[in-house]
């Protein structure tokens, strides 16, 4: 499919708000809706490590950066890192069942005494 330009062009503000720089966030402190734990988030954005609560994003101070916003994003064209291998497979024994594992003792632990000898 050919995606279509429907000729819409960005607003001039909406394009002055996206080139500025965003303000630095601010740490803000609350407590726990759920167990009243204090918490500090950003932005008045939280999340409670102690119940798991979080508050939805739209609570927030401001408003959150577009992706073409974020400092981060990595650059156009760029690919993606490759993942790593997963963990090799197990090799089939006989019977179509995973070949048994050959399972090493731990070393026998002997308390110190005397020593033997002459």
Do not use: F
Not at 17 to 41: M, Q, V
């Amino acid at each position: 499919m050919t995606r279509r330009t429907t000729g819409v062009r960005p607003s001039a503000e909406r394009t002055a708000e996206s080139t500025a720089p965003l303000p630095a966030p601010e740490l803000t402190e609350a407590e726990c809706r759920r167990c009243g734990t204090y918490i500090a988030g950003l932005d008045g954005r939280y999340a409670c490590g102690v119940c798991g609560w979080v508050n939805d994003h739209s609570e927030g101070h401001r408003r959150l950066p577009r992706a073409d916003e974020d400092p981060d994003r990595p650059a156009k064209g760029r690919r993606r890192p490759r993942q790593l291998p997963g963990p090799p497979a197990a090799t089939p024994g006989a019977g179509g069942e995973a070949a048994p594992q050959a399972r090493e003792e731990p070393p026998i632990w002997l308390p110190p005494g005397p020593p033997t000898g002459a």
